[in-house]
């Protein structure tokens, strides 16, 4: 079990979501991964969710490798991506994360942003207090998720 995400003004969680993402090697830790980033990944959740155990060893997991050889260009394919694309770039995720390409900013500078223009809902907190969770030279608090 994951302890709830919590976003600093350094935060990278796109990042870091990329690289949990890239460690998952069964359906039940891909959920765990999508359940961890909180309101973030809501639909990636949904997705890893409705396929099956022998769906994720023969259609995922190959596509995703090959997707993630190739810098996530579709190149799995269009059915593929339209059945797979919000596990790699879940929406809310990505919202964040184009906004802080965009502007040069840290994940967590843009999340701020975003949501005090109410630009977005999303439930997952933001804490003023330091630049860094407490836990995470990453400036993201998840404590390992353990089956």
Known sequence: ???????????????????????????????????AFD????????????????????????GFHFEKM?????CAGKDWNKKYG???FPEKLTFVALYCMKA????????????????MKCSVPYHEESWKAPDDEEGVKIIT???
């Open 39 to 62: 309101d973030f990944t809501k639909d990636a959740l949904r997705a890893a969710e409705q396929m099956g155990d022998a769906e994720f060893l023969t259609e995922f997991l190959p």
């Open 145 to 147: 998720i353990t089956k």
């Open 104 to 119: 040069n900013i840290p994940f967590g500078m843009a999340y701020k942003l975003i949501m005090d223009k109410g630009a």
């Open 1 to 35: 079990m994951a302890a709830k995400l919590v976003i600093t003004q350094f935060s990278e969680t796109h990042q870091y979501w990329s690289r949990e993402l890239a460690k998952v090697k069964t359906r039940q830790h891909l959920i765990e991964v999508c359940d």
């Open 86 to 88: 919000r596990i790699l």
């Open 70 to 74: 190739n810098n996530g260009n579709g």
